[in-house]
């Protein structure tokens, strides 16, 4: 958890770029460039970062020391190292009739309507890609999709996303994130009469968002990454956001933005140790403070970590998924999406409904650390209550829907 040194000391602020310093004008401090030097197509500086071409090899630890294998083992995006044209648009022979989905269907003249149990129907889902893509591809990304078309609805009605825990922010709510939730309430209400002004006004909060400085405290950077996730994620689902934002020159500008966030988040993120501190039960070593109060701030200050392991990780996850649907070819991945990384697979500490359930669950489950996206250990240990919705998605996209059925079978659930 961050010290009190940490909280007292926040790294310094990056400094303006040599093209804004020069004309004295405000920088918005984007990664790899820019707005003002990317719409004026130079090149952009920052003093003490590597020259502009480095950066996109550079940016969030997003690639290792060593030129990454493609894809073979976990996490893999598909059964080859690139995504062949060949393999998009011929999907291979099959027995397993998925039900119909976007990522194979090709273009589409009308959005499909998505109901959900909870007496909420968003009629505005975007289910076309930009290119079609092989069912293996579908049987490894529809669950994540599903999952991600009902987040706006989550937000409002349960107060989390799979990333972002229910009581994250239930002590305040920062500003970013209070707009983006009420661009949550309207986006789920939007229907024919309201939807020119309900995208207008999501549009422009997106378009504000990304062109407001990063923060440097890790609650609001967290609260920032959060709300652009949002945003992002309703102008994948809804046409008319997604036509706003592929005929502005915002598009590329959201994504450098969405990656800048998680590389400073990264930055300022604890992680679990090698050894996990549920080890110590062996030892009879007291795993949490004595006093309930302690034990309460312990389960605070997890909540916001957690809640960032996973969104860094959920980050980078989502921008792959975002270049599959603008049909980008040739897209590599080492297995584990580039990072050194590990968060609690545990739905258990996840779920507590209060300090007191987390201390219990913290002392008496076993905690399923996933390292690098490897879900060895889950996969041979762990029971279908131990997963979570967020383990779930990168489950299925690690080993595809049938055979993450078929564990979940093999141990008497359902996926």
Known sequence: MSSSVERDNPPPRRKSCEACRAAKRRCDLALPACFRCARRNVACVYPGLPAPDLMPELLALFNQPEVPEPCTTQFTLGTTPTFDPVLLETPPPSTHQPSPSPLENGPQDSPISVTHSHSFEITHVRTRAHAPLSEIMASRFQYALDTLSDTPRMMVVENQTPWSHRELY??????VMQDAYACCALYITKNPTNGPVITSHIHTRHQELILTPLPTSTPDLLAHTHALLIYRIM??????????????????????ALESAAVLLFSSTHFPPESDPSDKLMNNTPLLPSTLESTMHFWKLWIVEESARRTILFTFYFLQIVRLLRGERNLHCDGKLGLLHAWYASAYLWGAQSALDFAVAWAEREHFIVRNVNFTKVLSEAQPGDVDCFGRMLLVTSQGMENIREWFRARGSIL
């Open 170 to 175: 239930s002590d305040g709510m920062p500003k």
């Open 235 to 256: 102008h994948i689902f809804d046409p008319d956001l997604h036509n706003a934002l592929t005929t502005s020159p915002f598009e590329s500008l959201s994504i450098s």
